[in-house]
């Protein structure tokens, strides 16, 4: 089997906490763990079996970023928000301290759930059990 990581910045907490004890673990008891891991998955019935697509909402011609985020929010409502959110409140930052243009940093909202998206949608493609 493959090890798989978490690409950096990406991941709760329990996901880093779990990369790092797994990490720490010889061979035969990642495999052991790997085997657990993919039995608790199969018995969960919550599991999607395939990526959710987005509910696209248009986007205002006048939108404030706050409203952006609202609306990107529930575009993508399948992401997970911790990290996405972290990187939109730089972007709204750069915007309310910086005096960029809210046009320019909605613009990298969307281009940022996209690409959250997309890692998102990449979890579905991987080898799963």
């Not at 509910?55 to 409203?67: D, F, G, I, K, Y």
């Not at 409502?77 to 972290?86: N, T």
């Not at 005096?99 to 998206?117: C, T």
Request: glycine share 6%; hydrophobic share 45%; proline share 8%.
């Amino acid at each position: 089997m493959g090890s798989a990581s978490l690409p950096p910045g990406r991941g709760g907490a329990d996901e880093r906490r779990l990369l790092k004890l797994f990490r720490a673990l010889e061979a035969a008891d990642r495999e052991t763990l790997l085997a657990f891991a993919a039995f608790l998955a199969a018995r969960e019935p919550s599991a999607p079996a395939a990526a959710r697509a987005p509910e696209p909402l248009a986007r205002p011609a006048q939108e404030s970023v706050v409203a952006a985020i609202r609306r990107l929010s529930q575009t993508y409502p399948m992401l997970e928000r911790g990290p996405l959110l972290g990187e939109a409140s730089s972007l709204m930052s750069a915007h309310l301290l910086q005096g960029r243009a809210a046009a320019d940093v909605i613009d990298e909202l969307e281009a940022l759930f996209a690409r959250y998206y997309a890692a998102y949608r990449d979890t579905f493609s991987d080898d799963r059990p």
